[in-house]
């Protein structure tokens, strides 16, 4: 399988990651690329955006959707910032994603109404594309409950960092999802984020059977799918691992029942020697008359014990 999966920078996901630069080797089948924090940094403008999206992801088959960072100090500034997120939107034809995080010094204020005028602005240049969100769990003072209410916004991406804190999955599930699904947002709409590192000292990337654990126990929620934060914290034996699994997200294939036919043909057992027939199985499915008998009889004769016999197809 492949999962989204969150670029910061280019200097820390690229040149100091330890995984090969070439993403078509990778676990990528999305990237969520970092492109502005805020009116004070404009890490790039939205030409810059559609250049990284239709010039250097999707050739390589990788989709690619925008990401940043907000704080609304005010109305006015939201409005603006909300401006700008719409623009890089339009530019990549794919939802602007919102990092919500609950630290005023740097993130999101918390201003009541400022979440509306966000949305507003947004939805002046954006062309029609919706709006993501990506709110850390611990969210006192995001006001979530006026962001639900805006209609431009369709995804959210909670940040679920469980496993980089040591602790449950289940309680950053319960406080990083269930304040949306009480708010009256479908569990359809919710992807969470899992953590590519390890908060202690130590090993910097989540192990491989964490990975593998954790995006197997979303699936099993019935979550729609989940990316993971981000490409420069990951292993290449991460991404090995991730290579490696079934997708548990995707539906299981449908399984076609055996064909009927109106003249089913029997398989019979007979022991050699005696002339009556015993009747071990059924396999209307299956058509023997181009086995030639000196296989099945090996084949049969493998899977008895003691007895030998021989096979005799009736129509």
């Known amino acids: ?50 250049q990284w999206a239709d010039d250097v992801y ?31 939107a339009a530019a990549a034809q794919r939802p602007y994603i919102l990092d919500l995080e609950p630290y005023k010094e740097s993130y999101w204020q918390g201003i009541p109404g400022t979440a509306h005028a966000f949305c507003d602005g947004y939805a002046e240049t954006a062309e029609g594309q919706r709006l993501d969100l990506c709110p850390d769990a611990r969210n006192p003072g995001l006001l979530l409950q006026e962001w639900v209410a805006e209609p431009v916004v369709d995804r959210i991406h909670p940040q679920l960092y469980a496993t980089a804190y040591g602790e449950s999955l289940d309680l950053w599930i319960r406080k990083g999802v269930k304040p949306f699904l009480d708010l009256g947002v479908s569990l359809s709409r919710i992807f969470p984020v899992l953590a590519g590192w390890y908060q202690q000292p130590g090993e910097p990337s989540i192990s491989p059977d964490d ?105």
Not at 65 to 85: D, S, Y
Not at 255 to 269: A, E, I, Q
Not at 278 to 307: C, G, L, Y
Request: with cysteine.
């Open 1 to 50: 399988m492949k999962v989204p999966i969150f670029v910061w920078t280019v200097r820390a996901d690229y040149t100091e990651a330890r995984i090969p630069v070439d993403d078509t080797l990778g676990a990528m089948s999305k990237v969520f690329f970092k492109v502005n924090d805020g009116l004070e940094y404009q890490t790039y403008t939205a030409e810059d955006t559609k």
């Open 58 to 88: 999707r050739p390589q088959g990788i989709d690619f959707q925008p990401w940043g960072v907000a704080r609304g100090w005010n109305l006015e500034i939201a409005r603006k910032e909300g401006h700008i997120a719409g623009e890089h």
């Open 211 to 315: 990975i593998e654990r954790d995006i197997k126990y979303l699936a099993s929620m019935a979550f729609p799918g989940c990316s993971i934060w981000r490409r420069g914290s990951i292993s290449p034996e991460v991404v090995e691992r991730i290579l490696a699994m079934t997708d548990p997200f995707l539906p299981a294939p449908p399984v076609t029942p055996p064909p009927t036919t109106t003249d089913p043909l029997k398989t019979r057992l007979v022991p050699i020697g005696k002339p009556e027939t015993a009747v071990v199985s059924e396999m209307p499915w299956f058509d023997w008359s181009d086995v030639p008998e000196e296989r099945i009889m090996t084949t049969v004769q493998t899977i008895t014990t003691k007895q030998r016999v021989r096979i005799v197809v009736d129509s």
